[in-house]
C-alpha cells in the first residue's frame, strides 16, 4: 500500500505529511508539535517561527532520550531478574 498523506497545520501553516501510520497517529504527533510550539511562543512572543521549531525537536529529542535510558534501566533490571531466576531454576 503506498504512503497516504495527511494534512495537518503547526502554527498555522499547512503541512502534507505522507507516511504509513494510521492518520489519527500523525494527527496526534502534529497536535504535539503544535502544542509544545506554541508553549514556546507563549514564553517568548519574539522567538522566530524556525528557532521555535529547533528549540521543540530539541525538547523532544532530550525527552525521548530520557524515556531510552529509563526503559534501558528497566530492561537492566529485567534482564538481571531473569537471569537469577534461570539460575534459580538450574539448581
Known amino acids: 500500500m503506498p504512503p497516504k498523506s495527511v494534512e495537518v497545520t503547526i502554527m498555522g501553516q499547512p503541512y502534507s505529511v505522507k507516511g504509513d501510520a494510521d492518520e489519527e497517529y500523525i494527527r496526534r504527533l502534529a497536535g504535539l508539535v503544535d502544542g ?28 525521548l532520550t530520557q524515556c531510552e535510558k529509563s526503559c534501558d534501566q528497566v530492561n537492566k533490571v529485567l534482564r538481571d531478574k531473569v537471569e537469577a531466576l534461570s539460575n534459580l531454576l538450574e539448581v
Open 36 to 63: 509544545r510550539m506554541r508553549e514556546l511562543f507563549k514564553k517568548n512572543p519574539s522567538m522566530t517561527p524556525i528557532k521555535a521549531a529547533i528549540m521543540t525537536a530539541l525538547n523532544l529529542a532530550d525527552q
